[in-house]
């Protein structure tokens, strides 16, 4: 709905040549917004990686115990194994002594009891210990068994963050050389589109051969339902001096975004949910604008794909 609000608002704008104050704080409001979802998913992001990390040590801490336990027991059994010999010991000096005066057997009956009484403490400390191993163990093997699963699943979204990075590849190669580039970072696939392949200095309609190029993204993006699209409109430094209805570069990036959402629109098949469209004027630059080269490197649109980690959140709330 507000997207639909945001295009209505674009439209009456560019009919009446002038945009209200309302207008622009309401753009602006809507861009801090997306900016805000933007920093959110980075943030997501970071803290599922962190709670990764966090999950292997846990791993790494409970085989520590587990290897600890492992310890305990072999020292209880030779301590058992000891305690046996002992007992074998004490028992043919009893039998030697067995002719001895009935206050030195009653003295060794007394230590046999005690040695008795040590030797079962033993064996129930080590069943003790044993249960305990046990439990560690399988709480071992469901942790390992959960870090596997999850190392899985970001392995396959990273394959197919590959493979739809050479599809789209595959896509565009009409294209290369034309200002557009693709490439996979960070887990993400990355599309820049400088603005000579899409607009005419100064002015937010794609031209045709721009537009053939968002479409034939599109139908790549079509054929991938779970990927978050932002497309972000960048300019040089140079200050704008187009149309005196936009207050900026950072009016005009906007503008240039929103047109590329618009295209994408067209194809029925990309969910509008996925979309989101943020300006950021120069101030992201990819190269020095002190060049000509710099700047047009700069003048550009960026659409960047991020996997949804719904699952992979799930799998860390598991661990």
């Not at 085989?63 to 020292?75: R, V």
């Amino acid at each position: 709905m507000i997207k639909k609000l945001l295009l209505i608002a674009l439209s009456c704008g560019m009919l009446s040549s002038c945009v209200s104050k309302k207008i622009y704080t309401d753009l602006e409001d809507k861009y801090a917004n997306l900016k805000k979802e933007n920093k959110a998913l980075s943030d997501e992001l970071e803290a599922l990686s962190d709670q990764k990390n966090q999950a292997l040590n846990n791993l790494s801490q409970l085989t520590k115990e587990y290897e600890s336990a492992i310890e305990n027991l072999n020292q209880t059994k030779s301590e058992l194994a000891a305690t046996k010999s002992n007992l074998d010991n004490l028992k043919a000096s009893y039998e030697a002594l067995e002719k001895n005066s009935s206050a030195e057997i009653t003295k060794n009956s007394k230590k046999n009891r005690e040695l008795l009484a040590q030797l079962e403490a033993k064996e129930q400390a080590l069943v003790a210990e044993n249960e305990r191993l046990e439990k560690l163990k399988r709480e071992l093997e469901s942790r390992s068994q959960r870090v596997a699963e999850l190392e899985n699943v970001i392995a396959a979204k990273d394959a197919n963050m590959r493979a739809l990075k050479d599809a789209i590849s595959k896509a565009l190669t009409n294209f290369e050389g034309k200002g557009l580039t693709v490439e996979q970072r960070n887990g993400k696939v990355y599309v820049s589109m400088e603005n000579k392949l899409l607009f005419q200095s100064g002015s937010w309609s794609v031209g045709t051969e721009g537009r053939k190029a968002v479409q034939q993204l599109g139908n790549v993006l079509a054929e991938n339902p779970d990927i978050a699209i932002l497309i972000e409109g960048h300019t040089d430094d140079d200050p704008y001096k187009g149309n005196a209805h936009l207050s900026g570069n950072w009016d005009l990036s906007t503008k240039r975004a929103t047109a590329i959402v618009n295209i994408l629109r067209e194809n029925a098949s990309i969910n509008p949910e996925n979309l989101t469209a943020a300006g950021r004027g120069e101030y992201a630059p990819v190269a020095s604008n002190d060049t000509a080269a710099g700047k047009a490197k700069n003048r550009r649109i960026e659409v960047i794909l991020t996997p949804k980690l719904d699952e992979i959140s799930k799998l860390l709330n598991d661990i």
